[in-house]
T-cell receptor, first 115, second 108 residues
């Protein structure tokens, strides 16, 4: 299965600033996703990162707040803009591999704390 | 709309006891269902998927389309099974939905 590297693994940020999280995959994948996992809660899909076009956002998430880039089939970034303490969460990158069955593989996550 | 429900947020059993983590789903098409596990300080990883009908670490899960369930079972729980377990559904279009997760604690 694909190996996913995410960075930073964690960061502490000030309110009002922005942070960009990077996701690097060791093989070309068609579908990449960004999730949020808030403390004690499940994973929530933020958006699908589409290569060469704008990301597809889920309800409740907008491009101005969570701009996403996907310049090629192995790399994506998620920016959390104008952060507030409510954005404190773990952000996860994931890829979908259709090897006989669709399987999601996850990065280790980026733990973000906003003060 | 697709939905995954894990009714138990916390589940505690003694070592050697059987364990069942419940998962119910709602989806109009033919779903692909998975169980993911997250051990302490580790990343989320695939445990098993319905399509392969396999047993991983002694766990099995059978898709019951009539009851729209995909419960995870193990006949004899081990302490190392203590973790967070997520049931997930992936649609034909590749969209994923996760349940809220069940924290399993296996006591010695």
């Amino acid at each position: 299965s694909a190996v996913i590297s995410q960075k930073p693994s964690r960061d502490i940020c000030q309110r009002g600033t922005s942070l960009t999280i990077q996701c690097q995959v060791d093989s070309q994948v068609t579908m990449m996703f960004w999730y949020r996992q808030q403390p004690g809660q499940s994973l929530t899909l933020i958006a699908t990162a589409n290569q060469g076009s704008e990301a597809t956002y889920e309800s409740g998430f907008v491009i101005d707040k969570f701009p996403i880039s996907r310049p090629n089939l192995t790399f994506s970034t998620l920016t959390v803009s104008n952060m507030s303490p409510e954005d404190s969460s773990i952000y996860l990158c994931s890829v979908l591999q259709a090897a006989g069955a669709n399987v999601l593989t996850f990065g280790a996550g980026s733990r973000l704390t906003v003060l | 709309a697709q939905r995954v429900t894990q009714p138990e947020k916390l589940l505690s059993v003694f070592k050697g006891a059987p364990v069942e983590l419940k998962c119910n789903y709602s989806y109009s098409g033919s779903p692909e269902l998975f169980w993911y596990v997250q051990y302490s300080r580790q990343r989320l990883q695939l445990l098993l998927r319905h399509i392969s009908r396999e047993s991983i670490k002694g766990f099995t899960a059978d898709l019951n389309k009539g009851e729209t369930s995909f419960h995870l079972k193990k006949p004899f729980a081990q302490e190392e099974d203590s973790a967070m377990y997520y049931c997930a559904l992936i649609s034909n279009a590749g969209k994923s939905t996760f349940g809220d997760g069940t924290t399993l604690t296996v006591k010695p």
